[in-house]
């Protein structure tokens, strides 16, 4: 009988652990506030919301054949001069990020505006460091690092990636991105 009742007891835990794991699907296009920026979910079924906060949003879409992510997050940062010195700093900063965690394929930095304020655009190619047994050969990314345009020592990166076995990100998932990019909006600046 002990043995039956402990059966039970670790099947209810595992269920419940499998359940809490599973997150809802949302609704394509959703909208979701930060501090002093919109953000709206992919336009496409299937994406899930891993985290919502003041300064962080991510979403994820996984199958068998890849996982993909989509987020926005605010970051502060100190205050440059000029745009030059913030742009230098930002592709530094995004560069060390992605070496520490992977062996490089193919990196660009484009210095742009984007919604009328500096930024830097970023695209790349990765793989995983051998000490890692990844499911998937490579990590496929672009994104932009912009400064808020109200707010000088405020970031915001956008980021769209996939983690799968195919090396560079889809037509599709290079569109699907864009429109990720483009609906998200920076808002006015509250005072607390």
């Known amino acids: ?8 007891l670790i099947a209810a835990f595992c269920t419940g652990a499998a359940a809490q794991e599973k997150q809802p699907a949302i ?3 959703s909208v979701y506030n930060q501090d002093a920026v919109k953000v709206v979910s992919p336009n496409q079924a ?14 994820e879409k996984r199958s068998k054949d890849e996982i993909l992510n989509a ?3 605010t970051v502060k940062t100190k205050t440059f001069d000029n745009e030059r010195d913030l742009l230098k700093s930002l592709e530094a900063m995004k560069d060390e990020e992605l070496q520490s965690k992977y062996k490089k394929d193919s990196l660009h930095f484009n210095y742009v505006r984007f919604k009328q304020t500096p930024c830097i655009q970023y695209d790349g190619i990765f793989n995983f460091k051998e000490a890692a047994t990844p499911k998937f050969e490579y990590f ?6 912009c400064r808020h345009p ?6 915001v990166q956008m980021e769209f ?3 799968s076995n195919s090396r560079g ?24």
Do not use: P, R
Request: hydrophobic content about 40%; overall charge negative.
């Open 1 to 8: 009988m002990k043995h039956l009742i402990l059966v039970i």
């Open 27 to 29: 609704d394509a296009s």
């Open 46 to 59: 299937g994406w899930v919301l891993l985290q919502s906060g003041n300064s962080e949003t991510v979403f």
């Open 71 to 73: 987020s926005v997050k």
């Open 140 to 145: 496929n990314f672009k994104g932009y690092l």
């Open 150 to 155: 109200e707010n000088k020592d405020s970031v």
């Open 161 to 163: 990636s996939n983690y």
């Open 169 to 192: 990100l889809s037509e599709d998932l290079h569109n699907l991105s864009s429109e990720f990019f483009e609906k998200t909006a920076f808002s006015k600046v509250t005072v607390k």
